[in-house]
Nanobody
Framework: QVRMVESGGGLVQAGGSLRLSCVAS????????MGWYRQAPGKQRELVAT???????NYADSVKGRFTISRDNTRNTVYLQMNNVRPEDTAVYYC???????????????WGQGTQVTVSS
């Protein structure tokens, strides 16, 4: 079994900061790409940021320069530092990871349960 558990969501004022964390646990052999996605009410889930195992990052244009994704490979953890947040950042944020399990040894996509981020104006 593999679990992804997020933390750090909440209510923040526009212009403020928030840090999300997501820990992967279980029968893990290796973790490739990790990332954060979000889904606002009435909208499709969209990519926020991704990071490879080597540390290369990719961001949605809407968050470039404001959000920073990072990871700690020793702790199977991915972070999202959110600075200068805006009301339009309000959404449920989901972490994602491409994980190779110990057995059977194959890669699958895993998702966290989601954490609510609400930005007040």
């Amino acid at each position: 079994q593999v679990r992804m558990v997020e933390s750090g969501g909440g209510l923040v004022q526009a212009g403020g900061s928030l840090r999300l964390s997501c820990v992967a646990s279980g029968s893990i052999a290796d973790i490739n790409d990790m990332g954060w996605y979000r889904q606002a009410p009435g909208k499709q889930r969209e990519l926020v940021a991704t990071i490879t195992s080597g540390g290369s990052t990719n961001y949605a244009d809407s968050v470039k320069g404001r959000f920073t994704i990072s990871r700690d490979n020793t702790r199977n953890t991915v972070y999202l530092q959110m600075n200068n947040v805006r009301p339009e950042d309000t959404a449920v944020y989901y972490c994602n990871a491409k994980i190779i399990r110990l057995f059977p040894r194959k890669q699958d996509d895993y998702w966290g349960q989601g954490t609510q981020v609400t930005v007040s104006s």
